[in-house]
């Protein structure tokens, strides 16, 4: 992947959710996973939780996150599945001003490659709340690194080219001109 090495690093603050109802910090593989993803790369940990999959609880989490100023980008973890009780997806939209659509696509194709047909069943999605980046993934050790190692880690590069997120965080909560 092409990196402009004549750039500066900016490292970002990252919150890392993840949404079970059966894990604590101590089982938390797929959160561990990111965690030292995230710290490898150079960014900073701005926060970590876990949160049960009840909608209101995540999408509540979120905008706490979303109005902290040191959270600059959100990786949810679990509940992206199809069951009745995955319910990230709504939450994120419940909390999300833009959805960015080509994320959930990217990690399907990419997952096809991996594990086939079954990337169907996931629901994994970003979008764009207040200025703060959320990425909402499975819930599989195996999926965030997936998602970080082809997909992330190049997007939160200020030094990936042609474009990536960091360039785009000042300008999130810009307003087009109406009428």
């Known amino acids: 992947m092409p990196l402009d090495l004549t750039r500066s690093f900016i490292p970002v603050g990252i919150g890392v959710l993840t949404i079970s109802d059966s894990r604590s910090l101590a089982e938390d593989r797929s959160g561990d996973t990111l965690v030292q993803r995230l710290g490898d790369a150079g960014h900073r940990l701005a926060a970590r939780d876990i949160v049960p999959d009840e909608r209101a609880l995540i999408a509540a989490t979120l905008r706490a996150w979303v109005a902290d100023p040191a959270v600059e980008v959100v990786l949810a973890t679990g509940g992206t599945g199809v069951t009745g009780r995955d319910v990230t997806p709504e939450a994120v939209r419940d909390v999300i001003d833009k959805e960015i659509p080509g994320f959930g696509e990217l990690f399907r194709w990419l997952s096809y490659a991996k594990i086939a047909s079954s990337t169907i069943q996931s629901r ?13 993934l499975p819930g599989s050790p195996s999926a965030c690194r997936d998602a970080w190692d082809d997909i992330l880690v190049h997007q939160l590069d200020s030094r990936f080219r042609p474009c990536n997120f960091v360039d785009l965080l000042p300008r999130l909560t810009e307003q087009g001109r109406q009428g």
């Open 124 to 136: 994994a999605l970003a979008g764009v709340a207040g200025g703060t980046y959320i990425f909402a």
